[in-house]
Structure formats: structure tokens, C-alpha cells
T-cell receptor
Framework: DAMVIQNPRYQVTQFGKPVTLSCSQTLNHNVMYWYQQKSSQAPKLLFHYYDKDFNNEADTPDNFQSRRPNTSFCFLDIRSPGLGDAAMYLC?????????????FGPGTRLTVL | SQQGEEDPQALSIQEGENATMNCSYKTSINNLQWYRQNSGRGLVHLILIRSNEREKHSGRLRVTLDTSKKSSSLLITASRAADTASYFCATDAWNQFYFGTGTSLTVIP
């Protein structure tokens, strides 16, 4: 089945230790997104790729980086995780841009920072 | 911020009853979407309503949009225990896309 896959589902890292979260899709969608969602809050868009074009939200901290080596894969790198970065990280894809098209979400990766 | 505010924050109803949740936003939009999120999972798209539409139906879901009041409502009829989830509105305003704060719905069997 076509889907959005996130690995791992649960990630534990130490304060300041770099961590990479991965997302893959079999939908062949043009756009891939990374959201951060803290407990009982709305998902907050960090950045998105439209094909190879990277779009960073203005208030996304420099500590967060992303890579999209090909259509299917997108990575979220957190260079120096702080305690405040503990959250659920959601990857999503869409054929066109978010507001005009349905987004398909992965199950999320829950990040714990010790 | 364009982020929508949802009301109520939490809603608890008996199975079979209808559930209504509301979303208000701040600036003019191109369209508005509703998503559902089961606990600890990703979001699932429910429905998209464009700014020139006033009402849309999908199965047991009915969405209304009042652009003059900058508000939308999601009605779930004949609720089921499986409808227990958080529901988010999401607005598209000139390439700015934001999720609202969400309504947590509990349907009691």
C-alpha cells in the first residue's frame, strides 16, 4: 500500500547529541513536510520541500535542518537537541502545496531528550 | 499568527449523539481543511472546503464555512466510539498554512 513511513517510531537521545529522523513515501508526491507537535498542541510546520526546493519557516530554529536526497526520502536532523525539543515529529506529503491539496501523514516519531 | 482557535478544547458525548466543533481564524483564507488525529498517531485528512463554498458533506461529516465571521464548524452525526480523537482545522491563506489548536473529542460507548 502507498504510504508515508517514519523511522524510528520512538527515538531517545541525550542532550546535545545529534539525531536524525527519517521519512519515506511511496506516493511519489512532490512536497514533503516536517512538523513538530508537542503534547496537546497543534502541529507546527518546521519546513517543507517542493521537489528539491527547500522552504524554511521563519521561526524554525537553526538547530533543525533537513535533507531530501531524492523524491522518496526526507530527513530531519537536530544538531544539538535540547530538552525543549522533545516532541512528536510528523512527516507529511502532498501532491501540491499544503493548503491546496490533501496532506498524508506518517505515524510520527516520538523524540525523548534525556 | 493565522493559527485557528478551536472551540471547545475538549468535548465528551455519548455514542449516537452529534458532536459539533468550531474553528475561528484571523485573516481571509483560500480554503480550510479538517484533520483527525488518533492518540499518538499521524493526522488523517477529513475534508477540504474552499472559500467560495458554504457547506460540504462527507458521510457522517458536515462542514460549514462562514467567511464573513471567519469561522468553520465540523459536525459529526451519530457519533461512534471510534470517532474518539483530536480534530484540527487547518487554514490556507496565501501560502501560509497553519493548524488550529484542536478539539479533543471523547465518545463514550
Amino acid at each position: 500500500d502507498a504510504m508515508v513511513i517514519q523511522n524510528p517510531r520512538y527515538q531517545v537521545t541525550q542532550f546535545g547529541k545529534p539525531v536524525t529522523l527519517s521519512c519515506s513515501q511511496t506516493l511519489n508526491h512532490n512536497v514533503m513536510y516536517w512538523y513538530q507537535q508537542k503534547s496537546s498542541q497543534a502541529p507546527k510546520l518546521l519546513f517543507h520541500y517542493y521537489d528539491k526546493d527547500f522552504n524554511n519557516e521563519a521561526d524554525t530554529p537553526d538547530n533543525f535542518q533537513s535533507r531530501r536526497p531524492n523524491t522518496s526520502f526526507c530527513f530531519l536532523d537536530i544538531r544539538s537537541p535540547g530538552l525543549g525539543d522533545a516532541a512528536m515529529y510528523l512527516c507529511a506529503t502532498s501532491r501540491g502545496l499544503a493548503g491546496k491539496d490533501t496532506q498524508y501523514f506518517g505515524p510520527g516519531t516520538r523524540l525523548t531528550v534525556l | 499568527s493565522q493559527q485557528g482557535e478551536e472551540d471547545p478544547q475538549a468535548l465528551s458525548i455519548q455514542e449516537g449523539e452529534n458532536a459539533t466543533m468550531n474553528c475561528s481564524y484571523k485573516t481571509s483564507i483560500n480554503n480550510l481543511q479538517w484533520y483527525r488525529q488518533n492518540s499518538g498517531r499521524g493526522l488523517v485528512h477529513l475534508i477540504l472546503i474552499r472559500s467560495n463554498e458554504r457547506e460540504k458533506h462527507s458521510g457522517r461529516l458536515r462542514v460549514t464555512l462562514d467567511t464573513s465571521k471567519k469561522s468553520s464548524s465540523l459536525l459529526i452525526t451519530a457519533s461512534r466510539a471510534a470517532d474518539t480523537a483530536s480534530y484540527f482545522c487547518a487554514t490556507d491563506a496565501w501560502n501560509q498554512f497553519y493548524f488550529g489548536t484542536g478539539t479533543s473529542l471523547t465518545v463514550i460507548p
